[in-house]
């Protein structure tokens, strides 16, 4: 695979994503300095999240989730998706935001939220990118490059809303990150567990479909 055609295939979607969630927050736009910063937190938390999976065979687990789809184990791949994969990858993408995005005073709109919890998460899937894209061709090359920021940065972007509004409200953050983070990481779990089947893979594009017209319904809602 010609070095340059994986990187375009990461970089070319990762603007696209951005420029997107950055449009979604046009009523008061974060500068978009600040988002692309929050994606390169996003790109070396995903580079910490791999080194963490390969720490895994430590505590009797495999070190990632091809490893589970080549035994063909239903219950393997559903327990690794739902219990690892899901709040590991999660966890790694809500780390910088709870670490520098929540210092920031102006998060003052739901979307804000939403469009820091995007831009980390479409710099995670671009890391991760790097290591799935050279092992694919054709149609599932080009799938991958511009579904997978999307389908974390929807993942991510329940979290981020949920924690920014609360501290709208004047609730509390830790509250909202104690439901939201987990609600997350069973969606991505879930997704997980759908891709893998081809009689089940079209749900899965039905699963995240809703899930972005709801975080759109609950941006406009506000």
Same mark, same amino acid.
């Given at each position: ?9 990461? !970089? ?19 500068? &978009? ?21 390969? +720490?895994?065979?430590? $505590? =009797? ?5 091809? +490893? ?5 184990? =239903?219950? +393997?791949? #559903? ?14 993408? &809500? ?11 102006? #998060? ?21 990118? $790097? ?39 004047? +609730? ?10 987990? $609600? ?21 594009? !039905? ?8 975080? !759109? ?6």
């Amino acid at each position: 695979m010609i070095l340059w055609k994986i990187l375009a295939s990461i !970089i070319g979607p990762a603007i696209f994503w951005l420029a997107y969630f950055y449009y979604k927050d046009r009523k008061k736009p974060e500068p &978009f300095i600040n988002l692309l910063a929050a994606y390169l937190h996003g790109f070396i938390f995903g580079f910490l999240c791999f080194l963490t999976y390969k +720490q895994l065979p430590y $505590l =009797g687990l495999p070190a990632g989730f091809n +490893q589970v789809l080549a035994k063909g184990d =239903g219950r +393997q791949i #559903l327990f690794y998706s739902m219990l690892v994969v899901g709040p590991l990858e999660e966890f790694f993408k &809500f780390l910088p935001f709870a670490l520098f995005i929540l210092k920031y005073r102006d #998060l003052d709109e739901p979307s804000d939220g939403v469009v820091y919890a995007a831009s980390l998460a479409i710099g995670f899937a671009s890391f991760e990118n $790097l290591g799935y894209l050279p092992l694919m061709t054709g149609l599932a090359f080009f799938g991958r490059a511009v579904a997978s920021p999307l389908t974390h940065a929807i993942f991510s972007s329940i979290w981020g809303y949920f924690i920014v509004r609360a501290r709208i409200r004047g +609730q509390s953050e830790m509250l909202a990150g104690l439901y939201s983070l987990p $609600l997350a990481a069973l969606a991505h779990g879930f997704f997980n567990v759908l891709t893998v089947s081809n009689s089940l893979r079209v749900y899965s594009a !039905i699963f995240i479909l809703f899930l972005w017209l709801f975080i !759109i319904y609950l941006l406009e809602k506000k």
